[in-house]
C-alpha cells in the first residue's frame, strides 16, 4: 500500500501542467506488467494492465462496473500490445481503489503465463464487483450494519482475549463472502445477530453454513439485539475500539481496515452511523454437533440447490457452551 502511494504521489509531480496519461511501472522484476496511472486534466487515477493482443482472444472483458469504466488502448510504441486501462470514476472512492489495486497486484504479479494474468486481473474485479456496486452515499443498509456489528462485536472480544491478533483479523472471513463469518483450519463459528421479537429463530443461508463435515469444532454465535435511537453500543464505536487495540500492531490494523472496505464501511462515512446504537438483550455460543437442528451438504438430494432454512434454538440449551471455551477453541 505504502509503494502504491508514493507512486501516486509521484505522478502529481510529474503531471506539472501537462495533458495526458502519465503512467509509472508498479512491477519491475515480473512478467506482469503492471502500470499506475493519472489521466489528466481529470486527474483520474488509473490501473493499467500491458499485453499482447493476442492475450485478449476467446476472453471477454466486461467493461461495466459501477464507480469504474475500463478502456482498452493500443499502445503507442508497439502496436501488438495492448494496454487494459481500469479507470476510478469517482475521486472520492481513492481509499478503497487503493485496496482493490493492492488485491489485484498481490494476486497477480508473480503469475508467469499471459492467460493467467488476464484471467487473474479480471477474476479480482469480478470478486470486488459487488462492493463497489453497493458503495452509496448513505452507507451501509440496516440489515447490512446489524451483521457487521455482531462480527465486530464478536472480533473485539476475542482480539482482547489473544495474543495472536493477526490471527484474529485473518480468520475474519465474513468480508470475503465465505460460508462462515471466521474460520481457521479446523473451527468455524458463525456469527447471527437478530433483533425482532422472535430473538430465538435463525435464518440459515445454505446447506454448508451449519456443516461440520470438514471441521473438528462448528459454533454457532446467536447476538440478539434492540435497536436504540442514539444509545446503546455504536457501530463506529466497535470500529474505533479495535482500531484502538491493534495500534501496535500497523500490518494487522491495515488488514483489518481493508477488510471493512471490503463490506463497505468507510471512515469518511462514520456520521451516517450515529443515529442508531445497539443495547445487548442475550448472547449464546451453540456447539454444533450430534443432534443440533440443522441441514448439511450430505443430507440434501441431488438436482436440490440454494437450500435455505430458519432453526428454533429454544429447546437446543444443552447445546449452549461458555464463551472461555470458546475462546480457548479458536486460539
Known amino acids: 500500500m505504502e509503494r502504491i502511494k508514493e507512486i501516486w504521489n509521484q505522478l502529481e509531480v510529474d503531471k506539472a501542467s501537462n495533458i495526458g496519461l502519465f503512467k509509472i511501472r508498479y512491477t519491475f522484476n515480473s512478467v506482469c506488467e503492471l502500470y499506475l496511472g493519472l489521466l489528466t486534466p481529470s486527474n483520474s487515477r ?10 485478449f482472444r476467446n476472453l471477454p472483458v466486461n467493461k461495466k462496473m459501477k464507480g469504474l469504466r475500463f478502456e482498452i488502448t493500443e499502445d503507442p510504441q508497439n502496436k501488438s500490445f495492448v494496454f487494459l486501462n481500469l479507470i476510478l470514476i469517482n475521486k472520492s472512492d481513492a481509499e478503497i481503489f487503493n485496496v482493490l489495486l493492492s488485491d489485484i497486484i498481490s494476486s497477480i504479479t508473480d503469475l508467469t503465463d499471459e492467460q493467467s494474468i488476464l484471467k487473474g486481473f479480471l477474476n479480482r474485479i469480478e470478486t470486488w464487483r459487488n462492493l463497489f456496486d453497493k ?3 448513505a452507507g451501509l443498509s440496516a440489515e447490512y450494519q446489524i451483521g457487521l456489528f455482531g462480527e465486530l462485536y464478536f472480533l473485539k ?5 489473544s495474543s495472536e491478533k493477526e490471527n484474529c483479523i485473518k480468520s475474519w472471513c465474513g468480508p470475503d463472502n465465505t460460508i462462515r463469518d471466521f474460520q481457521n483450519k479446523t473451527w468455524g463459528l458463525e456469527v447471527k445477530t437478530t433483533q ?3 430473538h430465538q429463530k435463525l435464518q440459515i443461508s445454505s446447506e454448508r453454513q451449519l456443516d ?3 471441521l473438528n469444532n462448528l459454533i454457532l454465535y ?6 436504540q435511537p442514539s444509545n446503546g453500543i455504536m457501530l463506529n464505536e466497535l470500529v474505533n475500539d479495535i482500531i484502538g487495540i491493534l495500534s501496535s500492531a500497523s500490518e494487522t490494523k491495515t488488514l483489518f481496515m481493508e477488510k471493512l472496505m471490503q463490506v463497505g464501511y468507510l471512515m469518511d462515512q462514520q456520521l451516517l452511523y450515529t ?7 442475550q448472547e449464546n455460543y451453540y456447539l454444533v454437533n450430534d443432534e443440533f437442528p440443522r ?7 441431488k438436482g436440490v440447490g440454494d437450500v435455505k432454512y430458519s432453526i428454533i434454538l429454544s429447546e437446543y440449551t444443552n447445546y449452549i457452551i461458555t464463551e472461555s471455551l470458546v475462546l480457548k477453541t479458536i486460539s
Open 46 to 55: 488509473c490501473l493499467l494492465l500491458r499485453l499482447p493482443i493476442k492475450a
Open 135 to 137: 458503495l452509496d452515499a
Open 157 to 161: 472480544k476475542w482480539l482482547l482475549s
Open 196 to 198: 425482532t421479537n422472535n
Open 212 to 214: 461440520t463435515t470438514t
Open 222 to 227: 446467536h447476538l440478539s439485539v434492540e435497536k
Open 275 to 281: 443515529a442508531f446504537g445497539y443495547h445487548i438483550r
Open 295 to 301: 441441514i448439511e451438504e450430505k443430507d440434501i438430494r
